[in-house]
C-alpha cells in the first residue's frame, strides 16, 4: 500500500528513535478528515459546508451558541431549512456543574454566558438569529428537563457530515 493510501495508526509501534508528532504523520486530506493540526482546521472544511448548504444541520453543546450566532449571520438571508440540536457541556473537572439541581436548560445556558460576562439578550448578530427562529427559517430543539444528557458534535452539511471530537467553538474549530 502506497503512502497517500495508507491508513493512519497513531497507535502503531514505532522504534524509540522514530517517534514522530502527530503534525508530522501523512494525514488524509482535509475534504475527507478535517483536523486541526500541521496548518489545517476544521473550520476551513465544515464552516464553508454549512454555509453553502441548502439544510444544515448542527448538533453541539450550548457552548457553541456563539459560533453558531456567526454562522447564523453569514448565512444568505433567504436561506431556510437550518435545524439545530442542542445538547449539554459536560463539565466533570470544574467545580460548577451545568444542569445539576434540576434547572432547566435555558437557565442553565443563561448562566453559563452571563459568568462568561456575555449578555445573551444584547448582541445584534443574537438578535438577528432569534428573529431568524421567529420566522421559521431556523429549526432549534434541545433536551429541556428530561434529565438525558446529550453530548455530541454532528454537523450535515450538502456535501458532508463531520462528527467526533470538535466542538462548535474556537478551540473545536480552530485549534
Known sequence: MGKKNRQIDIFEQAEPSAVRRLNDLDWPGPDRFPLNVAGRHVRDRVIGDL????????VAGY?????????????????????????????????????????????????????????????????????RLEHGDVQARYLGDSGARLHAK?????????????????????S
Do not use: C
Open 63 to 131: 457552548a457553541a451558541i456563539d459560533h453558531i450566532v456567526g454562522l447564523l449571520a453569514q448565512l444568505p438571508p433567504d436561506r431556510t431549512g437550518i435545524r439545530l440540536m442542542f445538547g449539554s457541556e459536560p463539565s466533570p473537572g470544574r467545580p460548577e456543574r451545568y444542569g445539576s439541581g434540576g434547572r432547566p436548560f435555558p437557565k442553565e445556558v443563561q448562566d453559563y454566558w452571563l459568568a462568561r460576562g456575555i449578555s445573551p439578550t444584547l448582541s445584534l448578530k443574537l438578535i438577528q438569529a432569534v428573529q
Open 154 to 174: 454532528i454537523y450535515r452539511g450538502d456535501h458532508a457530515v463531520t462528527l467526533g471530537s470538535s466542538n462548535f467553538t474556537q478551540p473545536g474549530l480552530v
Open 51 to 58: 454555509v453553502e448548504s441548502e439544510s444544515p444541520l448542527i
